[in-house]
Every structure is written in structure tokens, then in C-alpha cells.
């Protein structure tokens, strides 16, 4: 099987929701109920106009599973007033979750509810909640093996009818609740959540061809090509433009990625700095605050750090990391490239 990637959606993608979503709704449930009850809620909840609509709703969030160009499955999920009860600020709801029967048993399912948890944590929520129909053993054994217990019922609309959903709830623990975009300082240096509006004076450093003269891709100081990394910041929930506190000057970027709470593991990387914040210490400053704010949370933090790029190499067996593997990195939207794994631990 292909790596599957768990990919953000927006308005551009109703379509494929549209399709996904239907047809995954059908396997799970056409054989237990009338087709007068399915047609009636598939008109109702998966139409063009409710699914613009939530699309467009910040506090809903739609994610779909991609094999390649295939889509597997899709997670929704909701926040503040998109909740469809409890509407606790401190919660985060998960609406659905569905994979197509083809790909059940593939993780794909736990991938998507990862993501959930992952959302949770970024958005600081101390618990996420759900509701799932009595009649669906597999999902309820599912989510009870994340750790989700019943805590109340209510009744769900399948069409006409009148069924019941239990709600379960998973309280996230301190470690779970990793915010993986917390504002990070010293003295000199501050980490800020990376946002949209820091694309152009982040691209004023990526612009210079020697930043990237020993990554793995060197053709990021491109405009086209760096906009594709800048996106796969946006889109990790974890990335940091790095601020100088005495100018205001941004001097580079990094970011957390690929949490593992069962491996108890984070990475980071990603980062690059403008060549004349090179050799002041700053890096070795950056990497301090972001290791003691992980290791409250992990037991490993992991570097990928590209085969031919000795420079970070260097500065990052200076810090303590020790090279573990060596395995080839698909860099988002990037063909893969060979890397070496580092790992510090606490």
C-alpha cells in the first residue's frame, strides 16, 4: 500500500467530499435502514449548499485520506458553535469519520482519528467527544480502544427515523494536550505560530540560493517551489516563524512535525535562517527552547536531517543528537529524498 497522506480540505475539494462522503455513509449503513430513510439523509446532509457552507465555517474542519490520487476517507470536525450539541469551548467534537469499505482494516480510519486528536492538542481542548449509533459495534469498539467512554445518549435523525447515538467522551491528558504551536521565548529570540501573511517576509531569506545549497532541495530560494514549502507549514499545524526580539526582523522559520503519543516521539526541522543570522548562535538557541517545551510531552525527540547536508549535521550532533537510521523522506509536495534520523532523548 502507498503512503497515505491525511490532507486538509477546502471548497476546492466539495466534490470529492461530496462523492466520499455519500458513498461511505452507504457501505455503513444501507443494510439497516429503508431507502427511503438513506435518500432523505444523503439529499440533506451531503448537498452542494450544506457542504459549502460548513466548508466555510471556521470552526469546522474537513480532512480527507489520499492514497496517491485516491480518496479513502474523510474526517470532519468541529469546534466552538459548529458543535452539533455540548458547544464547550474547551471542546473538540468529531462528527464523522468514514473510509471506504476497500481500505477498512488499513489504518486509515486510526490516521484520520489521529489527525482529530492532533487538532485537539493544536487548538488546546481538554477533551474531544462524539456520538455513534448503538447499532455500530465496530465504531464504538474503535473509539473505546482510543480511550473514549459512554458518558450520555440522544437521538439521531437517519431520515425519518429515530435512533440512538451514544455520546462518548476521551479527556486528553496533560501529555495528550500538546499544543504543537506554543509561543516559545529567551531573552533575544521569540517562536510565533507561523501564519499566511508571513509568506513574503519569510521568502525575502528563502530567496538566496545558499540557504539552500546543502537541503535536500535545493531549488526552494524559487518562488513557486518555496510556495509549496510554505504551504506544508501551514498545513503541519506546527510551524514557528522565528522573530528577532530586539529588531522585530523575522530570521527564519522551524517547525514540531509527525507527533507520535504511542511512540512518545516528536520530529523537528524544516528550519532554515537568513545567512546573516549564521554562526550567532541562534540555532543552537531555537533548538534549546524547543527541546525543553517537547520533552514535557515526549521521551524522543528525532531530527531528518538530508544525506549530503553535513553542515546541519555537524551543528546537530553539537546539540546532543545522535544518528539512529537512515531511510528516504517524502518532503511535502517533493519527490523523496535520502535523509538521516537523529535522535535526542530525554
Known amino acids: ?3 497515505i497522506k491525511i490532507i486538509k480540505a477546502s471548497i476546492e475539494d466539495l466534490k470529492i467530499l461530496q462523492a466520499v462522503g455519500r ?43 489520499w492514497e496517491n490520487q485516491n480518496s479513502l476517507g474523510y474526517l470532519k470536525v468541529n469546534t466552538g458553535k459548529a458543535q452539533t450539541e455540548l458547544q464547550d469551548d474547551t471542546a473538540l467534537e468529531i462528527e464523522r469519520i468514514y473510509v471506504k469499505s476497500s481500505h477498512h482494516g488499513k489504518m486509515v480510519g486510526q490516521l484520520l482519528y489521529n489527525k482529530a486528536l492532533e487538532m485537539a492538542q493544536l487548538h488546546g481542548k481538554c477533551y474531544l467527544w462524539l456520538g455513534v449509533w448503538e447499532g ?24 425519518n427515523d429515530e435512533q440512538t447515538d451514544i455520546m462518548m467522551k476521551k479527556e486528553l491528558t496533560p501529555q495528550e494536550n500538546f499544543n504543537l504551536q506554543p509561543v516559545l521565548e529567551n531573552e533575544k529570540i521569540i517562536l510565533l505560530p507561523l501564519k499566511e501573511e508571513d509568506f513574503e517576509s519569510l521568502y525575502v531569506l528563502a530567496s538566496d540560493p545558499k540557504v539552500w545549497e546543502q537541503h535536500p532541495n535545493k531549488d526552494r530560494w524559487k518562488k513557486e517551489v518555496f510556495q509549496n514549502f510554505f504551504e506544508g507549514a501551514m498545513q503541519s499545524g506546527g510551524a514557528f516563524k522565528i522573530v528577532d526580539k530586539t529588531s522585530n526582523e523575522v530570521m527564519g522559520s522551524t517547525r514540531f512535525y ?35 517545551y517537547a520533552f514535557q510531552f515526549v521521551s524522543k525527540v528525532q531530527f531528518h536531517i538530508g544525506a549530503t547536508n553535513t553542515r546541519s549535521q555537524i551543528a546537530i550532533g553539537r546539540i546532543g543528537a545522535v544518528k539512529i537510521a537512515e531511510e528516504e523522506v517524502t518532503y511535502f509536495g517533493e519527490t523523496p529524498k535520502f535523509n538521516f534520523v537523529y535522535e535526542i532523548s530525554q
Do not use: C
Open 258 to 292: 509527525d507527533y507520535d503519543g504511542v511512540e512518545s516521539k516528536i520530529f523537528i526541522g524544516y528550519t532554515f535562517y537568513g545567512r546573516t543570522y549564521w554562526g550567532t548562535g541562534i540555532n543552537p538557541a531555537v533548538k534549546k527552547m524547543m527541546l525543553d
Open 23 to 65: 458513498e461511505t455513509f452507504s457501505e455503513t449503513f444501507a443494510g439497516s435502514n429503508t431507502e427511503e430513510d438513506m435518500r432523505k439523509y444523503l439529499e440533506e446532509n451531503f448537498s452542494e449548499q450544506k457542504m459549502k457552507t460548513e466548508l466555510a465555517d471556521p470552526n469546522s474542519m474537513f480532512f480527507i485520506a
Open 1 to 3: 500500500m502507498e503512503q
Open 136 to 159: 455500530n459495534p465496530r465504531a464504538i469498539r474503535f473509539y473505546e480502544k482510543n480511550g473514549f467512554v459512554a458518558f450520555d445518549q440522544h437521538i439521531f435523525m437517519m431520515g
